[in-house]
């Protein structure tokens, strides 16, 4: 039997995003992006699938990370996690196991960087900040375990304390930090 969407035709496979655009992830077209449909849905994803003591969305995780880079970074640290926007979050311990994931997300952030003027590739400085906000986060909203997290050997957890907030305030702060870089 094939897969679904090779019966289809993946130019059918769609979705409506909240702006109302139809939008075919497998297919992304630069175009059809915007940034309140990124800022509504990342405010809507929860980190770490949901296992955080308290909702804690994505859209809040992406404007931290935007504040501890460099300016000439922020922008592409407030998208790091964009293509979550229209393909959800997969845990990352499991995304190489999906067949096709890791292509898929690498498209669809091509896309996005084009959007926004960005490079195709995600400078260092956003991927050291995305480990010292995991490992922020995992200290402050994640149950205690004694088990190391590889990834997060040698990183140090920000100072600062975490306090998750609800959507509706995790859209309207990533859409300020979004004009603050923008304009």
Not at 27 to 32: F, I, R
Request: glycine share 4%.
């Amino acid at each position: 039997m094939g897969h679904p969407i090779h019966k289809l035709g993946y130019e059918h496979a769609w979705i409506l995003t909240h702006t109302g655009r139809r939008f075919t992830p497998l297919q992304p077209v630069a175009a059809d992006i915007d940034i309140r449909d990124i800022a509504h849905a990342l405010s809507n994803v929860g980190r770490f699938a949901g296992h955080t003591h308290h909702f804690y969305s994505v859209a809040q995780h992406s404007v931290h990370t935007s504040q501890i880079v460099a300016p000439e970074n922020a922008l592409a640290a407030l998208l790091h996690d964009a293509t979550e926007a229209y393909i959800a979050d997969i845990a990352s311990p499991i995304k190489p196991f999906i067949d096709n994931y890791i292509d898929i997300e690498g498209r669809l952030w091509d896309c996005i960087a084009d959007r926004y003027g960005l490079a195709r590739k995600l400078p260092a400085e956003v991927k050291q900040a995305d480990l010292v906000m995991l490992a922020t986060e995992r200290r402050d909203l994640m149950p205690d375990h004694p088990d190391e997290w590889p990834v997060l050997r040698g990183i140090q957890p920000l100072p600062m304390q975490i306090n998750p907030l609800l959507p509706g305030a995790a859209k309207t702060l990533f859409l300020q930090r979004w004009k603050e870089l923008t304009q």
